[in-house]
Nanobody, 115 residues
Framework: QVQVVESGGGLVQPGGSLRLSCAVS????????IHWYRQAPGKQREWVAT???????KYPESVKGRFTISRDNAKNTAYLQMNSLKLEDTAVYYC?????????WGQGTQVTVSS
């Protein structure tokens, strides 16, 4: 059974950094596109980052230059490095592994940015 497990969330002050991890089991990880999304209370889920199997990663303007997505296919793990965190980055962060109709989600990890 496929498992997607996020970790690394927590409480951080504005301007701080966190690195989220996304460990995926029971799939051919290297062929999947990995996406990070987030959902703040009372808001819709928002796309945060994408890394494919080649080519540059993609980000929305809201996080570009602050967040970096990466992957280690040998470890079946993707990462989201988040720097210069802002109050508005507070949300539950979800990892999504997708390859055509194969679409797997984790349970999310909470990131809280607060002074």
């Amino acid at each position: 059974q496929v498992q997607v497990v996020e970790s690394g969330g927590g409480l951080v002050q504005p301007g701080g950094s966190l690195r989220l991890s996304c460990a995926v089991s029971e799939i051919n990880f290297s062929i999947y596109h990995i996406h990070w999304y987030r959902q703040a209370p009372g808001k819709q889920r928002e796309w945060v980052a994408t890394i494919g199997t080649g080519g540059p990663a993609k980000y929305p303007e809201s996080v570009k230059g602050r967040f970096t997505i990466s992957r280690d296919n040998a470890k079946n793990t993707a990462y989201l490095q988040m720097n210069s965190l802002k109050l508005e980055d507070t949300a539950v962060y979800y990892c999504n592994a997708k390859w055509y109709t194969n679409d797997f989600w984790g349970q999310g990890t909470q990131v809280t940015v607060s002074s």
